[in-house]
């Protein structure tokens, strides 16, 4: 992002979500983790080494994830960052917040006739800091003001709008991260691993 412009991906990011991981918009739990060592991440959210298994979105979808297991499916996301999508932990799983000294943003929609969209929260060394969600209106108040910066722009309203806001909260994610989804992410293949129940 430039200190002049704020920057805007190219296409809705909730449109992509829709469009490559249908599936997700009935609820999806993302993780952006600081940190380019995807074996040294796997192993601290202390995930079954032999299940590890490379595969598309698509093929997540239809072939490796038993819908009861915990799992995590997580790859590259931009120099210095991994992304993941979590299944069947909760925000704030044990597993999560054992990725330690390292900002772990957290994004959890629990489908729309779930508990919603909820906020942007930021973890660091197994605490939750506080939420990094873009304010209602421009210049508004943040509970992590230090990322004010990166909203510019993406104000979420007062009317409430999961998809929007979706939206919002992935730009949000694509500027701190350096990277917005785009075709290419979406597509990418990346490691499933199965995580324990004991975890």
Request: proline fraction near 0%.
């Given at each position: 992002m430039t200190d002049t412009e704020p920057a805007f991906p190219a296409h809705n990011q909730w449109d992509l979500l829709v469009e490559y991981g249908h599936w997700l918009e009935l609820g999806f739990h993302a993780l952006w983790i600081e940190g380019d060592d995807r074996e040294e991440l796997a192993r601290l959210l202390r995930v079954d080494p032999v299940s590890r298994r490379e595969c598309d979105l698509k093929t997540l979808d239809e072939e490796a994830v038993d819908p009861d297991a915990k799992g995590v499916w997580m790859g590259p996301h931009s120099p210095g960052w991994t992304h993941a999508f979590a299944f069947n932990l909760y925000s704030s799983h044990p597993a999560i917040?054992?990725?330690?000294?390292?900002?772990v943003f957290e994004l959890y929609f629990?489908?729309?006739?779930?508990?919603g969209l909820e906020p942007l929260y930021l973890n660091y060394d197994g605490e939750q800091l506080g939420e990094v969600t873009p304010p209602y209106e421009e210049g508004g108040d943040m509970e992590l003001a230090d990322y004010r910066p990166y909203?510019?722009?993406l104000e979420l309203g007062t009317k409430r709008d999961y998809r929007r806001d979706a939206h919002?909260?992935?730009?949000m994610m694509g500027r701190i991260t350096g990277r917005f989804a785009d075709r290419d992410w979406w597509t990418a293949s990346r490691s499933y691993y199965r995580i324990p129940d004991e975890t």
């Open positions: 917040l054992n990725l330690g000294k390292r900002r629990a489908g729309e006739v779930g508990e909203a510019a722009g919002l909260m992935f730009c």
